[in-house]
């Protein structure tokens, strides 16, 4: 009874507790607490003082009792006590229950009452109420969270917003409109793009629309089809060819040029080189008659010889002669050995 999806309303006793006592009022002077002067609620008993106190007002008194203030030690009531106060009757807080119960079961009652008041436990639900309408409301709670049942969604939400949810959710089946077959709305641009076989595509060889279905089938085995496809690749070999060629000649162009410029700068050279000579020889053969006018000019120029230079010049063609007998000499006395 407990594992239901609803809070109960926390257990209070009423107030002012006496009010609900049906019997045996005089008994009662004895439960009063000493701090509320209500019966007492959970009663406990100051070991010192010995005055009764409801379990919330123990300690919270500032009279003094005796002692100065009650601040520790309390204890229940005892198996003796309790029997007495049980001599104290009271009837149900909740409306609707007839029982009339003994003091010291009085809250344990209150916990299971059949008539005790449970709230949804649902956020923002605001239903409250006894336990038998509490699970027929629990049922179509508004506020009960749910589950998106489309694969894959897995979004939470109000039981009152699923209509909504369930009208927009990314992963809602659908029928494409084409081919009919079911899809997920959010794959529906993909399926269109990339699968649906009812989807016209363009051949990329002779340009007509075919189903996609159609395409590999059919089309792309058409003898018309695949004689263009054919045509297309050629001519583009073709031009491919024709652009390589055309290439190769300007190339080959380039290099005649080149070799043609190399040439005529070799002959250049050459020229050039014999130039170069011709000149050489032709400076050399003007150093060579500059040369002799300088001897010329020298030699007229010279002033006439002194007289020891003639002296001189005697001698030296006398050595000259004495040498040259005496060589003559040398060579006859060699010659006869
Ligand atoms: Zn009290
Ligand atoms: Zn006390
Ligand atoms: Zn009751
Ligand atoms: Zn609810
Ligand atoms: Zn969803
Ligand atoms: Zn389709
Ligand atoms: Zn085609």
Known sequence: MNQVPFTSEKVNFPNPLKDYVVSNKSVLDNFLCHNCKDLANDPLICDKCKNLFCKECAGKNNDSNGHEKCDGTFRSLTFKEKEFSDLIKLKCKYKGCEKIINYSKYKKHLEKCEFRIYHCSNQDCTESGLFEYMIAHYEDCLYKLKQCPNLNCGKLFNYYQKDEHLKNCEFRPIECSKCKTKIIFKNKENHLKEDCPEVLIGCEFCGQ???RKDYIENHAKDASCLKKALGELNKKSDEDMKKKNSQIENLEQF???????????????NNLTRWKNMLQQKMEEVQHIVKDIDIEKNEKEAPPLSVKNKIEKV???NIYMKTDSNFYKKKGNKGNK
């Open 209 to 211: 629309k075919v189903k």
């Open 255 to 269: 290099i005649n040029e080149l070799q043609k410029k190399l040439k005529e700068d070799d002959e250049k050279i």
């Open 315 to 317: 001698e030296d063609e």
